[in-house]
């Protein structure tokens, strides 16, 4: 594997680059703010901006320190055409054994059915098997989040299975449902 860490990618309509100090107010206020998309998170309580440092321990000098690591992959998801940050894509749990990665993403409600993370999904997916060398990418979703795995599939992960009972977010204990794409099939 060639990990690259946390570089630019592009699609016709976002730009997925590092995060930056100043986007905290932007993330916080498009996306984490929102019940509707928090709830689908584990991500600590964020009831303000300041909570994001403190209970979320994120946009801390220590979360923005894992970009010096090879193997982080943390972007901010921005319109390409305002760079207005709307949302946050990424790759978790690199395994160098298995050459696989996790990816998780959130993306503010106004946001929502406008195929934005799907463009940014595939675009991920490419950077992983063409850039990276992963042999395997998976995703999952609560199943009470049916859009998400709509989402997956328009990006090319197949379904895999429903785990009963196998995740917990901030909504509550939920059966997850698992997406996966080989490196095999994806050059097919």
Same mark, same amino acid.
């Given at each position: 594997?060639?990990? %690259? ?9 976002? *730009? ?19 019940? @509707? ?15 994001? &440092? ?9 979360? +923005? ?5 090879? #193997? ?7 319109? %390409? ?15 160098? =054994? &298995?050459?696989?990665?996790? &990816? ?14 799907? @463009?940014?999904?595939? =675009?991920?997916?490419? +950077? ?6 992963? #042999? ?8 009470? #989040? ?8 328009? !990006?090319? *992960? ?9 995740? %917990? ?14 490196? @095999?099939?994806?050059? !097919?």
């Amino acid at each position: 594997m060639n990990h %690259k860490g946390t570089v630019t990618l592009e699609t016709d309509r976002l *730009l997925l680059r590092r995060f930056q100090r100043e986007d905290l107010e932007q993330i916080y206020y498009n996306c984490w703010s929102e019940r @509707e998309v928090w709830g689908w998170t584990n991500y600590a309580s964020m009831n303000c901006v300041e909570e994001v &440092l403190t209970n979320a321990n994120m946009f801390t000098d220590n979360w +923005f320190g894992a970009y010096e690591r090879g #193997n982080r992959y943390s972007w901010a998801v921005c319109l %390409k055409e305002t760079g207005e940050v709307i949302g946050r894509y990424f790759g978790m749990h690199p395994d160098e =054994e &298995l050459r696989q990665v996790e &990816l998780a993403c959130e993306i503010g409600r106004k946001w929502w059915n406008q195929g934005l993370m799907t @463009e940014a999904t595939r =675009e991920v997916i490419r +950077f992983f098997f063409e850039e990276v060398g992963m #042999n395997r990418i998976y995703a999952w979703h609560a199943s009470g #989040n049916p859009a998400s795995g709509r989402m997956q599939e328009k !990006a090319g *992960l197949l379904y895999e299975g429903t785990l009963r009972q196998a995740g %917990k977010c901030n909504n509550g204990i939920f059966d997850k449902v698992v997406y996966a794409l080989l490196a @095999e099939d994806y050059f !097919a």
